[in-house]
Nanobody
Framework: QVQLVESGGGFVQAGGSLRLSCAAS??????MGWFRQASGKERQFVAA?????YYADSVKGRFTISRDNAKNTVNLQMNSLKPEDTAVYYC?????????????????????WGQGTQVTVSS
């Protein structure tokens, strides 16, 4: 069993930056990822890290996913934020056996989810 707790969300103006963190407890050594869900829309993939990293086209070059194995956390550095990045951001964990690009292919490929943290980007 894995528990995931996100932090770091907030309000920022367009062009600004935020850093999200996800603390994992319980079993470790999982692939980790970030998803987001805007109001009235489906949850969508943002970024994942396994033995590789993979990003959605919409965030490539602006967002960076990283992990600190000593602290059992995964971070999402978000730069050059746009109003369309506004959403609830969710941390997720999946088996480390899978590559990040495969895990990006569907929500059902992820085993555990956090409660989410709100990110609001004003224009």
């Amino acid at each position: 069993q894995v528990q995931l707790v996100e932090s770091g969300g907030g309000f920022v103006q367009a062009g600004g930056s935020l850093r999200l963190s996800c603390a994992a407890s319980g079993r470790t050594n999982y692939a980790m990822g970030w998803f987001r869900q805007a109001s009235g829309k489906e949850r969508q993939f943002v970024a994942a890290i396994s033995w590789s990293t993979y990003y959605a086209d919409s965030v490539k070059g602006r967002f960076t996913i990283s992990r600190d194995n000593a602290k059992n956390t995964v971070n999402l550095q978000m730069n050059s934020l746009k109003p369309e990045d506004t959403a609830v951001y969710y941390c997720a964990a999946a088996s480390i056996r899978y590559g990040a690009n495969w895990l990006a292919g569907g929500l059902e490929r992820w085993e555990y989810w956090g409660q989410g943290t709100q990110v609001t980007v004003s224009s």
